[in-house]
């Protein structure tokens, strides 16, 4: 495996379960966690970044298929969860699902469409339903609520504490994990560090939004950030006017994507996206930290809840995620060089890494199964293109989203600006 965040370790850990007799050796450029795993906004969810429309066309797909992937990522949630438990991680972990708030009417408006574009693929109203403004209020006291969509497949973890446990789980089980050994390219039966060389019948890139480091992979994934910041923990009183009592991960409809959680301990820990694409797909511990979102990120949380307006916040950090270039994530095993892969979940790869995990296993050890026939397995997506369109386009796209919200909160109406730029970045 290259690299030990969860795509990895969730491989690493079911390949052992199946048979302990395999050799799995773990390479990791800086330690286990350290990447998106480590530090992102604990939503493990049933969201796949591309939709049921994208994925009933991909190749030999069908409508079954599309309706297959979301079924086999609602049960994700809760495999995580149960391998958590018996393996004795404490992921401080709570299934209390998603609540995404609407604030305009075009909020609203995309709310409804997107409960009844859920009917239309076989979704009942166990999976996703419409709450109006007194029962999300109910759940989630923001500011301008007019109601809400809400899911129950969401459990908020703490990130850090589960790839962590992971790392240990699979270390038991017999895998070695090398830290600071950096791959520089992967070949067929081969993972090359400047240590040493690594042979295996199986090399698996679980890279993600490092992907473009490695030799020749400059245009596979583009690595956008994604950044975080958390209240200290808040008085009883104080949660009792924001709600959240069991513990719903939470958003709103607005199109630059945000997010939210209620931590165990008791901290309102809130992200979102809104810093640049870097030139050249560079990754840098620098771009973790941009001043203007985190006090973007900070006053949208208290114009969502004017209670926090004297509220500490104590941390603030940052990491990117890997997108590609038609936002279809996807997971395989090419036979003849014996290459595998996972990724491009762009910012829903908590529960998806372990789909993840779970199919390059039956990919691994050949076997034909319901979630090796899922559509997103063995899909290529195209390359990015080269710079300095890439940077045109993705730059283009992030600062398009800011700015749709800010039309639809002047205007009421929703976004013409959104609609003119999607085909810019793949239409999410
Ligand atoms: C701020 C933030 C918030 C997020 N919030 C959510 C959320 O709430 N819900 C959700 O579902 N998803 C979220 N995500 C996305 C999710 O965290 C990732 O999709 C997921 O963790 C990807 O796991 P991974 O193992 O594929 O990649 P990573 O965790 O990034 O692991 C890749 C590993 O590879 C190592 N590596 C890189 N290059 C090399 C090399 N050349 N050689 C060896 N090792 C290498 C890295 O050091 C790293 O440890 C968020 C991401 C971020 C950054």
Redesign the pocket.
């Known amino acids: 495996m290259?690299?030990?965040?969860?795509?990895?370790?969730w491989t690493a850990y079911y390949l052992l379960r199946e048979d302990p007799t395999l050799r799995v050796v773990l390479?990791?450029?800086?330690t286990?966690?350290?990447?998106?795993?480590?530090?992102?906004?604990?939503?493990?969810?049933a969201?796949f970044p591309a939709g049921p429309e994208v994925l009933s066309t991909l190749p030999g797909a069908s409508r079954e298929g599309a309706v297959s992937q979301h079924r086999a990522m609602r049960a994700t949630v809760d495999e995580v969860l149960a391998v958590a438990a018996e393996e004795g991680i404490d992921a401080r972990a709570h299934k209390g699902g998603t609540i995404a708030l609407a604030r305009t009417p075009a909020q609203w408006e995309r709310a409804q469409r997107e409960v009844a574009f859920a009917r239309a693929w076989d979704r009942g109203e166990d999976d996703l339903r419409l709450l109006d403004a007194d029962a999300a209020r109910d759940r989630l006291a923001g500011t301008r609520v007019l109601g809400a969509s809400f899911t129950p497949d969401c459990a908020a973890i703490h990130?850090a504490r589960l790839?962590r446990g992971l790392a240990r789980a699979v270390e038991r089980r017999g895998a070695r994990i090398h830290e600071r050994?950096?791959?520089?390219s992967i070949k067929p039966g081969l993972a090359v560090t400047d240590h040493g060389t690594v042979r295996a019948d199986v090399v698996v890139r679980?890279?993600?939004?490092?992907t473009p480091?490695?030799d020749g992979m400059r245009r596979d994934l583009a690595p956008v950030?994604?950044?975080?910041v958390a209240t200290e923990p808040l008085a009883g009183d104080v949660w009792d006017r924001i709600g959240l009592r069991d513990r719903e991960t939470f958003t709103d409809h607005r199109h630059l994507i945000v997010?939210g959680q209620r931590s165990a301990d008791g901290r309102l820990v809130f992200?979102g996206r809104g810093a640049p694409y870097h030139f050249g797909s560079a990754v840098r511990p620098g771009y973790d930290r941009e001043t203007r979102v985190f006090a973007m990120l900070r006053e949208t949380l208290v114009d969502l809840f004017p209670v926090l307006a004297t509220a500490r916040f104590t941390h603030a950090?940052?990491?990117?995620?890997?997108i590609p270039r038609d936002w279809v994530a996807s997971v395989g095993l090419d036979r003849g060089s014996g290459i595998g892969w996972?990724?491009g979940?762009v910012?829903?790869?908590?529960?998806?890494?372990n789909l993840a995990g779970r199919t390059l296993r039956d990919l691994v050890l050949r076997r034909d199964t319901e979630l090796t026939r899922l559509p997103w397995v063995g899909h290529r997506s195209p390359r990015w293109e080269p710079e300095p369109l890439r940077w045109l386009g993705v730059n283009a796209g992030l600062r398009a989203a800011t700015l749709a919200d800010t039309e639809e909160r002047l205007t009421g109406r929703p976004s013409v600006v959104a609609r003119a730029v999607a085909p810019l970045v793949g239409g999410h």
């Open positions: 290259v690299g030990a965040g969860y795509t990895g370790l390479l990791e450029a800086e286990a966690g350290f990447g998106a795993s480590g530090r992102n906004g604990g939503w493990c969810s969201l990130p790839v050994t950096r791959v520089r679980a890279t993600e939004a490092y480091s490695l950030y994604s950044l975080v997010y992200g950090w940052g990491g990117a995620v890997g996972a990724g979940y910012g829903d790869g908590v529960a998806t890494t």
